[in-house]
């Protein structure tokens, strides 16, 4: 409304005169002097013209900062802000209105956080108020869009809180970190379910299958596939790309958000038509990418811009803080969190939450049918911190805050919301594998082979257990330079990859995935080596003789077809690993050697293959425990007493709720892709489906 336009105008005016007389750079009045009353009118006029500026030239600078990366525009829009308030105070007669451009920036940034404070304040008293201003976020994608009235069907919207288990939620409820998603559950409006990942416990496999249906062929976070001779990363623009193509192509249709749907900070597109920080599509040039559009809708209002640039500022500082005492009071375990991590950590935390937030609260503004998005803090934070510890807390509490203002800005959306909460997968603590023994995984590897591995790693107790075990293979002595008596061309080396505390082994030189007898024969002492490390639980191999075996320390050699009566190294991994390794296997770019880490049941720790000490990406306590909170209207997700076991399962789950909410139906062939009715979920072995691709 026109007066809370004034106030914001007045109260910016007041902040002006202030920081004139605290700056020393900063007047407003002439060289000669001037009275009270011309200062003040000065103010204002200066004041007035800065709002002009930032209303109508932001929105184009920050459309023409769509080029700039994402990490670097926080710090941009500072200098930005400063540039326009020369300008502004160059607009006031007989230039009496004069800054330095240090000084611009600060009396801009405060400027901003004053107005965007003072008009959030009183929206929030006038909730007609309130709802204009949120509905502004989403007014340019809207105008594109049908006008008038919403559908009186229900919409559904979906937060994915990225990393977060189900006991880590339960516990912050219980602490009270989390108070929306208590009172849901305390009032009973919401029903919370746990679910079981499948054996790659990470964001990739878990939202494609999600989002898609299907995560068929996804061993790993990472992997290399011998017949493209291409290293796959789920979170690089081509392979994320890749890996939907795939997934539509092996389901046959575009996924659950195909009609009127939207998808935003996720991996994937779920088939929506509007998308904003989605990594498939972040590959594609021109008009079809769509993606950073987000960031537009977003910073194009001056005031988010510098509120989200002194929030990404203040998370620098915090994280160097934590990190800081981590690291005087020897806090263990612990990884280096130095470099580039605190801009990175403060993007995932503070720039993608805001973004994410605003793209979703214009969606539902927008009434848009089905929504999913995607909150990576707690998981970017618990990487480094762990994942129960005090800054991941932190994290929860401000992801919690973030969903309460979700679900007011529900209460004001053209129609009703149902919305429901899930995670991907959790985290399990553990220190690293390279901390606890001197030498990572591919160092372990290439001493199995016979290779060279750092002088570091040679001297630690792993890497002489390694020279002893290829000693013993060989039947003969190996020297210092012990590759000598092995000569390998580079192509035939292993490359080996880590996903959290799942190791992948591929020899690019061979075109087939290699058997036991293969391997043993070109490295008779590798397998050996893996196995009996006490910091590996166990592997997957192909033999010639018994098809896929697991193996463990001690000579253990389990086929997959007896792992249920006789499950040997997969015993502390729970009742579905078996099935989990069995899906794996059947994957045509499983690698030639599958590496799970140790796992304690008791304290439910791994051993990280990468450097972090929250992990998740392999079998092994809370990583596989992820959960699905929703509104009791929807009918239970399984059957009393079974369980949801994997990601294609929650993806039948969540489309069979959009059709009880008469929500768009995803054109899927119901006798290939769903489950019976009275289907438990409990199986996660191969389906005909997966044979199939």
């Given amino acids: 409304m026109w007066w809370r336009s004034i106030a914001v105008w007045a109260v910016s005016t007041v902040t002006m005169l202030v920081l004139a007389g605290i700056l020393p750079d900063f007047q407003l009045q002439s060289d000669n002097g001037d009275s009270a009353t011309r200062i003040a009118i000065t103010a204002a006029l200066g004041a007035g013209a800065f709002g002009i500026l930032s209303a109508l030239v932001w929105p184009l600078l920050v459309r023409a900062l769509l080029l700039v990366p994402a990490l670097v525009l926080g710090l941009v829009v500072f200098f930005l802000n400063g540039g326009l308030l020369i300008f502004a105070l160059a607009l006031v007669p007989d230039g009496r209105g004069e800054a330095n451009p240090e000084t611009a920036v600060v009396v801009a940034a405060v400027m901003s956080a004053v107005a965007s404070a003072t008009g959030g304040a009183l929206a929030v008293r006038d909730d007609d108020a309130y709802r204009r201003r949120l509905y502004r976020l989403a007014d340019r994608r809207r105008r594109r869009g049908s006008a008038g009235a919403g559908p009186s069907t229900p919409g559904t919207f979906f937060l994915q809180l990225d990393g977060v288990g189900h ?31 499948d054996w790659s416990s990470q964001t990739g496999a878990s939202q494609l299958g999600i989002l898609h249906g299907s995560n068929y062929d996804v061993p790993a976070f990472r992997w290399y596939e011998k017949d493209t001779r291409e290293i796959q990363v789920s979170n690089r623009p081509t392979s994320a790309a890749e890996l939907q193509r795939r997934a539509i192509e092996h389901t046959g249709d575009g996924g659950l958000l195909t009609l009127d749907g939207a998808s935003r900070g996720n991996l994937f597109s779920g088939g929506a038509e509007q998308v904003a920080l989605v990594l498939s ?36 500082g915090r994280e160097i803080g934590q990190s800081t005492r981590a690291r005087l009071t020897r806090q263990r375990p612990r990884v280096g969190r130095g470099g580039l991590y605190p801009f990175i950590r403060a993007f995932a935390t503070v720039v993608e939450r805001d973004v ?115 000693r013993a293979a060989l039947r003969r002595p190996v020297e210092e330079g012990g590759e000598k008596h092995r000569p390998a061309s580079r192509r035939s080396e292993p490359i080996v990859l880590a996903s959290g505390n799942l190791g992948l082994v591929s020899f690019p030189d061979v075109p087939h995935r290699m058997s036991k007898e293969e391997i043993d024969a070109r490295h008779p002492a590798l397998l050996p080596t893996l196995a009996n490390h006490p910091g590996i639980g166990f592997l997957l191999v192909r033999s010639e003789e018994h098809g896929a075996v697991v193996l463990g320390a001690r000579g253990a050699e389990v086929p997959l077809a007896d792992l249920d009566e006789r499950p040997g190294p997969l015993a502390d991994f729970g009742a579905h690993a078996a099935d989990a390794v069995r899906r794996t296997d059947s994957f045509p770019h499983t690698a030639d050697i599958m590496v799970n880490s140790w796992y304690d049941p008791a304290e439910g720790e791994v051993l990280a293959f990468e450097e972090q000490i929250g992990s998740h990406g392999g079998l092994g306590g809370a990583q596989g425990h992820p959960f699905l909170l929703a509104p009791d209207v929807f009918s239970p997700p399984v059957a009393k007493g079974a369980e949801l076991v994997g990601a294609q399962q929650v993806h039948h789950v969540l489309r069979r709720w959009l059709r009880e909410g008469s929500g768009p139906q995803v054109p899927l062939d119901k006798s290939r892709h769903e489950p019976p009715a009275d289907a438990s979920f409990t199986a996660a072995t191969v389906t005909p489906q997966d044979k199939s691709a």
């Fill in 281 to 316: 599509v972040a590959a594609r040039r021109g008009k079809e990418n769509r993606s950073r559009a987000g960031y537009f809708a977003y910073f194009s209002d001056p005031a988010n811009a510098v509120r989200t640039a002194l929030s990404f500022v203040a998370e620098v």
């Fill in 167 to 197: 006991d880590v939620l339960r516990d912050a409820v219980d602490l009270g970190v989390m108070p929306t998603v208590g009172a849901w559950l305390g009032t009973g409006t919401h029903r919370l379910t746990p679910w079981r990942t």
């Fill in 356 to 470: 994410v937030v605003a793209a979703v609260i214009g969606d539902m503004l927008a009434g848009r049918s089905a929504v999913y998005a995607d909150l990576v803090a707690y998981d970017e934070v618990a990487h480094h911190s762990g994942p129960v510890s005090r800054d991941a807390e932190k994290v929860l509490a401000r992801l919690d805050r973030s969903l309460a203002l979700i679900a007011k800005v529900a209460e004001h959306a053209p129609r009703p919301y149902r919305i429901v909460v899930l995670s991907d997968h959790g985290q399990s603590p553990g220190e690293t594998f390279r901390a606890r023994y001197g030498l990572g995984l591919q160092d372990l590897v290439r001493a199995g082979c016979g290779l060279p591995v750092p002088r570091r790693a040679r001297r630690t107790h792993s890497g002489a257990e390694a020279r002893a075990a290829v």
